[in-house]
């Protein structure tokens, strides 16, 4: 979809203005006819901030996603398994509730998918009602009669921290596949260094050094896009899925003043819920950025952007420097600083697998955060 961001007019402002007002946030009256203004802005803002997006004020795929999904509530509409699968914060309570009930449902990220379904069927079961796996009136009702605790730590996230051990003992990288994702394409350039340096450019530069560094340690790196093309955050995932990947690395780039400067690697997570497996791999890659290449350290933070919400394996974007910064721009120009930044990269996903420690030694408690960050890559 065409980005929407201040200064725009028309019927879609004027949708987008109606669900932020339901979301309970505030627009002047006088834009509320369909004008995206400064405070229009503002409330895009505060929207992105809750819902774990980059606080850019523009609303792109991801940010109209969590609009639409945010208006469902458990009840408003039948829920069951499809190809299109069903999306939205009613999904998101009924997986809430399923975990809560000791039924695995999954990640509580608000997709309707075979877990889930296999989850509903499971419960249906166990209360005796008819095993067809669709989320109804009187499903809802036997659920709600059980009281669901749905407060405090979900259940998704401790069978996952599970999983990361599994991940440490049994597999390693070696004949793994690695999903690589250049962020942006050739109609999306993204942001651009002052040299004239696009994201859309950088992060198939990068994607390309990643999958010959991988490569050479026996993984399978598979990049998502060509440089002609550029499909939805969406199809990334969905290929990401279909490769039956053990990773997935989307690659960004920063943004902002001329010397702001730093790695940051994020990882699915709301302030509910987050996913531990995409955290560890985040960290590592942060790790290995910081230690091998010098860079600020800009730590790892939650996002919800589709590519980390809507794959099935442990996933992170990585945004490694400032593209606007003139000195990471060049940095990212040279081939040679840019195989080591590979490297460093590749790096941390073998330490993710459990195949090698870090030359650096363990890093203190505080070399992470789940806290927002506003100015996630585009």
Known sequence: MRTIHRGDRGEAVRDIQHRLLDFGLRIEPEELEGRFGPSTEEAVKAFQQRRGLPSDGMVGADTWGELVEAG?????????????????????????RLNALGFDAGREDGIFGPRTAAAVAEFQHNVGSASDGIVGPDTIG??????????????????????????????????????????????????????????????????????????????????????????????????ANELGAAVCISIH??????????????????????????????????????????????????????MLRETRMPAVQVEPCFLTNPTEEAMLTDPVSRRLLAAAMAAGIERFFGSVESATGPRSASGSTDTGRSSAGG
């Open 72 to 96: 469902y509530r458990l009840g408003d509409r039948v829920l069951y398994l499809r190809s299109l699968t069903f999306q939205g914060d009613d999904v998101r309570g009924l997986q809430k």
């Open 142 to 239: 036997s659920i709600e009669r059980l009281r669901p605790a749905v407060e405090g730590p979900s259940r998704a996230v401790v069978r996952e921290a599970e999983y990361i051990r599994h991940i440490e003992e049994k597999q390693t990288l070696v004949g793994s596949c690695v999903a690589i994702d250049p962020g942006h394409g050739p109609d999306d350039p993204g942001h651009v260094g002052p040299g004239g340096l696009s994201e859309s450019e950088a992060t198939m530069l990068i994607a390309e050094d990643l999958a010959a560094e991988l490569g050479a340690r026996g993984a399978h790196p598979s990049i998502l896009r060509t440089r002609d093309d550029a499909p939805s955050p969406s199809a990334r995932a969905l290929a």
């Open 253 to 306: 780039l920063n943004g902002g003043e001329p010397t702001a400067e730093g790695a940051t690697c994020f990882y699915y997570g709301t302030e509910a819920t987050y996913s531990p497996a995409g955290q560890r791999l985040a960290e590592v890659i942060q790790e290995e950025l910081v230690a091998l290449m010098g860079l600020m350290d800009g730590r790892t933070n939650r996002l919800t952007v589709a």
